[in-house]
């Protein structure tokens, strides 16, 4: 079982086996049908699309962050109509170093099903080693997955809140260092970050090749980091709760397991206008 990450060259070996389930994830937030032109221009032979908006996000309201997640039955019928069953081993991959297709990882671990890993270096790499790709549809058989959710996988506002007050957590915040201190803000209306959070861009769990840092790199750099909080003590964030999935497999592969998912992050937090906010470092 593959429940972390997965090789270019360990994925090609499986292309034809019919209990794996490759998923394109590839999404731009500026641009929301970008990915979706990308995936019919050519993709792994044999996988799937899945749209952040339409199939890893819930409805979303004036209570909620950019991309809530979708009820769990709801979710449970999408993985279905890929032909997801429980004992699917699941690849998922982008074109974006695993931003937007670490969402799907860690949503297919808080339903239960740990057979999930990203590819590492995405079609990037896959593309740089001229692997196969294709235009053509998968045919897919619809299955049955059941669901077994983890809720203690999801921080919710008020155990963030409750952080800022009495640092009962430590608030990790996956965006990128000018959007947390509040110099920019493209994607919403209001910039800056929870008060008493720290800073880990997920880019920064990256080699220079786009790959994951090993299992020891990792762990060195959230050992320090955590700066003595246990990992269970750790709250991710993010700008919509995509991003922040990746410190939580970096986090995973590097052994410290825990960590939970504030999945509405900045988005979610700001909607509550006597939600305080920070600005700089």
Request: aromatic fraction near 8%.
């Amino acid at each position: 079982m593959f429940s972390t990450i997965i090789k270019t060259e360990q994925l090609e070996q499986h292309l034809n086996d019919p209990d794996w389930v490759i998923i394109d994830c590839r999404f731009t937030l500026t641009e929301t049908e970008a990915g979706r032109a990308a995936y019919a221009h050519g993709h792994i032979p044999g996988a799937r699309y899945a749209h952040l908006d339409d199939d890893l996000s819930g409805r979303k309201t004036e209570a909620t962050g950019r991309h809530p997640l979708p009820e769990a039955q709801t979710f449970a019928q999408t993985l279905s109509s890929w032909g997801v069953d429980n004992q699917s081993q699941v690849v998922v991959y982008d074109d974006s170093f695993g931003a937007i297709a670490v969402r799907l990882w860690w949503m297919l671990r808080w339903m239960g099903h740990d057979a999930v890993a990203l590819l590492d270096g995405g079609l990037p790499k896959w593309q740089r080693e001229k692997r196969a790709l294709t235009t053509d549809l998968p045919k897919v058989s619809t299955s049955q997955f059941n669901t077994h959710v983890r809720p203690n996988m999801l921080a919710d506002t008020g155990a963030v809140f409750d952080a800022t007050n009495n640092a009962s957590a430590l608030i990790v915040d996956a965006r990128a260092e000018m959007r947390f201190i509040g110099e920019i803000e493209p994607l919403d209306p209001v910039a800056g970050h929870i008060p008493g959070a720290k800073n880990l861009p997920f880019d920064d769990n990256l080699d220079m090749d786009g790959t994951l840092l090993s299992a020891e790199e990792l762990r060195e750099l959230y050992t320090d980091f955590l700066d003595g909080h246990q990992p269970e003590q750790v709250i991710h964030m993010c700008g919509s709760g995509v991003t922040a999935c990746h410190n939580l497999l970096a986090m995973e592969i590097a052994g410290l397991q825990g960590g939970t998912l504030y999945a509405g992050s900045w988005s979610e937090w700001i909607v509550d206008p006597t939600h305080p906010v920070g600005k700089g470092y």
